[in-house]
């Protein structure tokens, strides 16, 4: 009885192993066919016998399985994943595995890019994973594939704070040497792929001067990243030890400097947030891009004084930096309001009207005192709205050779 047991099984075993063989045989035929419905529904097939297959046999079906998600670059974005996933499961990469693996990485690279030009981040992100899925030693996909998924928003927020993570985790840099020499033709210099074609460039006498040059490390940015998707997300307390770790990392980063002091403001630490904007002020006291931010940062902080210091000091280093011109006369303009609340809450005594009156003309001063920011505005860039606003404002000082003047220009 056990020696018939031990035939039967091992008939079993050889009728099995010969199914596995006319089904692979089947799925590479599908393949050559450009049949990719039917191959992937053969893979179906043949997935519940891996476990009994040789190392040869599993390397074929694995290879095979990879050709059929991939579809010669048709396949979508959930097939090219299961197809990367197949070929990760090869152990000894033959030639033709290699092939394939620069094929569909070409393939990725190419849709990748094109879909991060066309503004379709969240396809940009997936397309970059998974060249990292594919190519898991070039960190540098996974890299994009988090600044891709930055500019989506939420969710993408989140994807890219998975990625951002396990890169510093990683200890990825991005820092890398990049090979140049110049083209003799053209007298210009041009990067190059990698050292071998450089140097093969320039032993033909085509190009000369061979550098190469360092990039400059992204771990400032990644920590950055961080801190701010953590700030989105109102993870006040990781995002201030994220900034804490950004700022060791660039310390010099005024925009950092900035964020962290808002994000005190919010959590009502006034001391602090004074404390970061003056110590961004000491590191670059003539950046007319920092200190219109502080203006922002202040006049949503409720200091109108301290906004306008800030966006006074923009305009006197740079006459022509127009959202500091137009953000001071919207400040200018904003004390209308309490005039006006003031005004409809007076009643018809002599008093009131004396009052009214006072009113009436703190209302023409205010107008007038925006003007020249305005007028500025236009002079540096048309624009209907400022426009608008400027003609409102002279008819109601009675500037009437002004007001029929733009109102003439701009056809109101």
């Known amino acids: 009885m056990k020696k018939q047991l031990i035939l039967s099984l091992a008939l079993l075993v050889v009728l099995f192993s010969f199914a596995q063989k006319k089904e692979l045989k089947s799925l590479e035929k599908a393949v050559k066919n450009s049949n990719y419905a039917e191959a992937k529904k053969l893979v179906g097939q043949l997935e519940s016998m891996t476990s009994a297959m040789d190392s040869k046999s599993k390397a074929k079906y694995y290879l095979t399985k990879g050709k059929a998600f991939f579809a010669n670059g048709a396949g979508s974005n959930e097939d090219v994943m299961m197809a990367v996933k197949s070929l990760g499961n090869i152990e000894n990469a033959t030639p033709e595995v290699t092939e394939l693996k620069s094929l569909i990485e070409n393939d990725l690279l190419v849709k990748a890019n094109d879909f991060y030009k066309s503004e379709k981040f969240n396809e940009a992100s997936q397309n970059f994973h998974n060249l990292y899925e594919l190519v898991p030693e070039d960190q540098s996909y996974l890299y994009y594939a988090a600044a891709s998924a930055v500019n989506v928003g939420e969710p993408g927020y989140t994807t890219a704070l998975n990625y951002y993570t396990k890169l ?72 201030l030890a994220a900034f804490k770790d950004a700022r060791e990392n660039n310390p010099d980063d005024t925009s950092l400097l900035l964020s962290e002091a808002n994000l005190h403001f919010k959590l009502g630490d006034k001391q602090k947030y004074s404390k970061l904007v003056e110590e961004a002020v000491k590191k670059d006291p003539n950046n007319v891009d920092l200190l219109y931010n502080l203006g922002v940062i202040s006049a949503e902080a409720g200091d109108k004084a301290k906004a306008k210091e800030y966006y006074n000091k923009v305009i006197k280093l740079d006459p022509k930096y127009v959202n500091a011109l137009t953000n001071m006369s919207a400040l200018i303009l904003s004390e209308e309001a309490n005039i006006i609340t003031e005004m409809n809450g007076l009643g018809s005594s002599a008093s009131d009207d004396k009052r009214y009156d006072e009113l009436k003309e703190s209302r023409k001063d205010l107008y007038k005192s925006a003007l020249p920011y305005l007028e500025k505005v236009l002079q540096i860039k048309e624009d209907e709205n400022v426009a608008k606003t400027l003609m409102n404002i002279y008819s109601a000082v009675g500037f009437n050779e002004k007001f029929k003047a733009i109102k003439a220009k701009y056809k109101l």
């Open 168 to 239: 510093k985790d990683l200890g990825y840099t991005g820092i890398r040497t990049e090979y140049f020499a110049v083209n003799k033709a053209t007298g210009e210099e041009e990067r190059m792929p990698n050292v071998k074609q450089r140097d093969l460039f320039v032993k033909t006498g085509t190009y000369i001067k061979p550098t190469e040059r360092k990039t400059k490390s992204v771990v400032a940015d990644i920590t950055k990243n961080i801190a701010l998707i953590y700030m989105s997300q109102g993870e006040n307390e990781k995002a």
